[in-house]
């Protein structure tokens, strides 16, 4: 009995500090205070994930290549990101002579800003959201796209070549995806019959026997994470798809001509995209805060989700340290020609599972559908072209 | 299927990845300043001067011809030549340099000066790990810097410096037979030209 009540307590622990805190204002400033406090506190946790997250991933990457990563700053090299923010801090900021000045300052800034705002939506544990709008997903992806906006200005006002093809190639390859990302989070939300993103979390926090009822264990929510997955690293610019910063094409992309603090915001705001969408994917099938097995429901939600993210962020990374940079055309290709259509064959397939009811059946048939699909598609569609020897009109 | 690559390749990373932790052969960096990989045998940088002996002043071999001087394409060598002489490695009296400046900055490495050396006395280092916060002196190295004991050059160019070894003891045995022949005829002529005396008397 008093473990349970310590658990709980563990649980809430948010809370119970949230509302100690307030304890010590006027009554009428209790409530904007308390959603002051969890504002910053999201302000401040991620930021400091994402230093922790630098350093996890320089140090990883150099293990999945052999080599040991960075070592000197501190113990184990775990006070590298003081230093890269010292340094971020105290460089002399930048800015050319013929960029749009006023834009240039706002792009970092409005990168940041809408990438914050999509953490707001969502639920982080039990009860754990800033704010629990009926329209969550629909919130959270209209921020996502927002930040398009911000790349599109780092680009343009910079007045540099290399800015604005990384811009452009952000936005083509970000508006391609968000299509992707969109319609394999509709299958979720066909099932789940909710666009708020707690109501998907409780549809799935159920369990038969000690397995839970989270989505991707079921063929569509299967296949809608691996295009979700695919969709979400083009939509932060990761490795394979980092075209918009190759920086072996195009120097760094649309943030070529931001230095000091401007370019640390951008490498923040693309660490918090990232954070942000694997909490969604973790949100919309990874079963959210729920626990993995029902006997590991004393644990706290929020060490849940927190983990999960934390995995989705290890794939992310040991993506990045296993694939080459795609080529436009192949980006483009694969975006239109293989991923969205199979994504429309989900929603096909999510709508025979919910109708075909319970049983063996709809297990089969679904998982056919799909696995044929899937192969057949990228065989046909993922042909490779073989181009005979050029011929030149008139340059010989 | 498509995306089977991707599977195998992230196996191979994840391999790498623990691996990494467990074999020690897998990681091949070696730390530079804390961890060091020797020099290759035929690794050169700048010159040194090369003496015999335990006394770096009596003991260089440089006999200040003043070649390499010459020779120099970018002209980084000063020397000065001595007014007196002293016994070199077969004891033939010869002069020494009073000053042997090579100025690091200027010179490019070419090894022109090692080549055309009659006596072996200027070969290449191989430490590379130069850099000063002196910039006009603190690349100028004169004698007392330049000078590296045989045993050095021995220990950086292992081959090299045998085959130095052997031809300079060889050219001393000559040196030593020459004299020894000629201390003979001498003893020789002496005694001949001692008998016909004896022989007037």
Not at chain 1, 145 to 154: D, G, Q, R, V, Y
Not at chain 1, 303 to 331: A, H, N
Not at chain 2, 70 to 76: A, D, S, T
Not at chain 2, 184 to 192: D, I, N, P, S, T
Request: glycine share 8%.
């Amino acid at each position: 009995m008093v473990s349970t009540s310590f658990f709980t307590a563990l649980d809430r622990i948010f809370f119970l500090l949230r509302d100690w805190l307030v304890g010590f204002l006027p009554v009428a400033l209790r409530p904007a205070a308390g959603v002051l406090l969890g504002v910053i506190a999201i302000v401040a946790v991620f930021p400091g994930f994402f230093a922790l997250t630098t350093v996890f991933e320089r140090k990883g990457l150099g293990r999945m290549q052999n080599r040991l990563g960075p070592n000197r700053v501190g113990p184990f090299g775990f006070f590298q990101p003081v230093a890269d923010g010292i340094k971020a801090l105290t460089k002399e900021d930048v800015v050319p002579y013929r960029s749009d000045r006023i834009v240039h300052f706002l792009a970092p800034l409005v990168l940041v800003v809408t990438v914050f705002l999509g953490f707001a939506v969502l639920p982080m544990g039990r009860n754990m959201v800033l704010a629990d709008m009926d329209a969550g997903l629909l919130f959270f992806f209209a921020m996502g796209a927002a930040t398009e906006l911000s790349i599109f200005m780092a680009g343009w006002s910079s007045h540099n070549k290399y800015s604005l093809l990384g811009a452009m190639r952000g936005i083509a390859q970000m508006i391609s995806y968000e299509v992707v990302l969109l319609l394999s989070a509709v299958s979720v939300v066909m099932i789940g019959g909710s666009l708020s993103l707690s109501k998907i979390v409780e549809a799935q926090n159920s369990y038969s026997g000690v397995f839970p009822h989270w989505y991707i264990f079921t063929p569509w929510g299967f296949a809608g994470f691996v295009v979700f997955a695919i969709a979400a690293t083009a939509e932060t610019n990761r490795s394979p798809f980092d075209l918009p910063e190759g920086e072996s094409e195009l120097v760094a992309g649309y943030h070529t001509e931001y230095s000091g603090f401007k370019f640390a915001l951008f490498f923040l705001g693309e660490y918090l995209a990232m954070f942000s969408i694997s909490g969604l994917g973790t949100t919309l099938f990874l079963g959210g805060w729920s626990a993995p097995l029902s006997f590991f429901d004393f644990v706290p939600s929020w060490i849940w989700f927190f983990g999960k993210v934390m995995l989705s962020i290890f794939v992310f990374i040991w993506m990045r340290g296993t694939l080459p940079r795609l080529r436009q055309d192949q980006l483009m290709n694969f975006a239109w020609k293989f991923v969205l259509p199979f994504t429309l064959l989900n929603l096909f397939v999510t709508a025979l599972w919910r109708f075909l009811g319970e049983g063996w059946l709809r297990w089969a048939v679904c998982s056919a559908i799909l696995v044929a699909a899937w192969a057949l598609m990228g065989r046909v569609g993922m042909r490779r072209k073989h181009f005979g020897p050029r011929s030149y009109r008139y340059a010989e | 299927m498509l995306g089977e690559g991707i599977l195998k390749g992230m196996a191979e990373t994840a391999k790498n990845f623990f691996g990494s932790y467990v074999s020690k052969e897998r990681l091949t960096t070696v730390e530079y300043p804390e961890e060091r990989v020797p020099a290759a045998e035929n690794a050169r940088a700048f010159p040194f001067l090369v003496y015999d002996g335990p006394d770096w002043q009596a003991g260089l071999r440089c006999v200040s011809c003043q070649i390499c001087e010459k020779e120099c394409p970018p002209k980084c060598i000063l020397i000065e030549k001595s007014k007196d002489k002293k016994p070199d490695y077969v004891g033939k009296p010869q002069f020494y340099p009073v000053r042997f400046d090579i100025d690091l900055s200027v010179c490019m490495s070419c090894q022109i000066c090692v080549e055309v050396c009659p006596f072996d006395a200027i070969k290449m280092n191989t430490e590379f790990a130069l850099a000063t916060d002196d910039r006009f002196g603190g690349l100028l190295f004169s004698r007392e810097k330049l000078a590296k004991s045989n045993e050095y050059y021995h220990s950086i160019h292992p081959t090299e410096a045998a085959e130095v070894d052997a031809r300079l003891a060889e050219e001393k045995a000559k040196v030593e037979a020459k004299a020894k022949a000629a201390a003979e005829a001498a003893a020789a002529k002496a005694a001949v030209s001692a008998s016909p005396a004896e022989g007037g008397n």
